[in-house]
């Protein structure tokens, strides 16, 4: 039941020896990332407004990214925008602003909202938690320099795909946790939820299918340094006991996914809880493939779906 595209799209790599992850060192694995998004992804839409920006905060920069739409629809001139915090996917190791620009954009573009994406650091130069440190400095900053940035702290939201969905549902954690930052919804597209990595679907779905188990362990061992790491839920938001009192999530994962059992369970953990979660799964569908909609048709029906999401959950709030 594998899309004929993504089995195309898999195919064509096999034919042309393109280079698993796990093989690369992480320089190259970064480069190798980054260039893959032109064979990928669809070109960028130029009805966005860009704006690069640095959060100086806690002794650190940050780089970020922020799009607007540039007729924002069913906006009106004078009111601020709703905002989409987004992190990117990529292990915690590779991936960066470029890789997930399109994305961003089209999220801004379907959603009418503001997307902030997050240059977080990455490992293994700077290794678990300093990701998370610096995606919940990033919101904070966010928030607080609201004003300037002509967005609407009130109806932020968070959301990221890979690692960068375990960074938005530790982020929604954290938020909650401190009770002074407001976080209406979060958008995790197949999320990272569990460290131990004993899910079926690792087993299922570890060969094959672009993620395999080896780069899952390439990335894991690169991020975490400690055993211990693992059962920490700044890590493994799945093990974290308490899951009430957070935003909505919508959840989406795909079904030849090593992950997608995992966003399974986060989705499920999360209503067990009273947390309000819909869960979509692509079940013909690949990992990492939302950004893939230059070759892969139903990416563009899942970014449109998650733009759909977006921009309901942010209107209820207003």
Not at 264 to 290: D, K, N, P, W
Request: hydrophobic share 40%.
């Amino acid at each position: 039941m594998l899309h004929p595209q993504a089995r195309a799209l898999l195919d064509l790599m096999e034919q042309r020896g393109v280079p698993p992850t796990h093989t690369l060192p992480v320089e190259e694995a970064r480069s190798f990332y980054r260039d893959r998004r032109f064979y990928t992804q669809p070109d960028p839409s130029s009805a966005v407004h860009t704006q690069d920006l640095t959060a100086e905060a806690e002794g650190r920069s940050i780089r970020m990214r922020c799009y607007k739409p540039a007729s924002p629809d069913r906006v009106q001139a004078n009111q601020r925008l709703p905002i989409l915090v987004y992190f990117h996917g990529g292990g915690w190791v590779i991936g960066d602003l470029e890789t997930h620009d399109v994305l961003c954009r089209e999220l801004s573009l379907h959603a009418g909202c503001a997307v902030v994406a997050v240059d977080y650091r990455l490992a293994p130069e700077h290794r678990f938690p300093a990701a998370v440190d610096d995606c919940v400095v990033a919101t904070r900053w966010i928030r607080d320099n609201a004003e300037s940035l002509g967005v609407d702290p009130n109806r932020l939201a968070v959301g990221g795909d890979s690692a960068g969905g375990n960074l938005a549902a530790v982020v929604a954690l954290s938020a909650r946790d401190a009770g002074d930052l407001s976080i209406t919804f979060q958008l995790l597209i197949y999320p990272a939820t569990d460290m131990r990595r004993t899910a079926p679907s690792h087993e299922r779905n570890g060969q094959g299918y672009l993620l395999t188990q080896d780069t899952i362990r390439y990335f894991h061992d690169h991020y975490i340094t400690e055993t211990d790491h693992n059962l920490d839920w700044r890590a493994s938001p799945l093990l974290r006991e308490d899951l009430s009192g957070l935003p909505p999530a919508f959840v989406l994962t795909a079904g030849y996914d090593p992950l997608c059992d995992e966003g399974t369970m986060y989705a499920q953990r999360l209503s067990e809880a009273g947390t309000r979660a819909t869960l979509v799964c692509f079940e013909r569908q690949i990992h990492g493939f939302i950004t893939m909609g230059k070759v892969l048709h139903e990416a563009n029906d899942a970014v449109r779906l998650c733009g759909d999401q977006l921009r309901a959950a942010l209107a209820s709030a207003g």
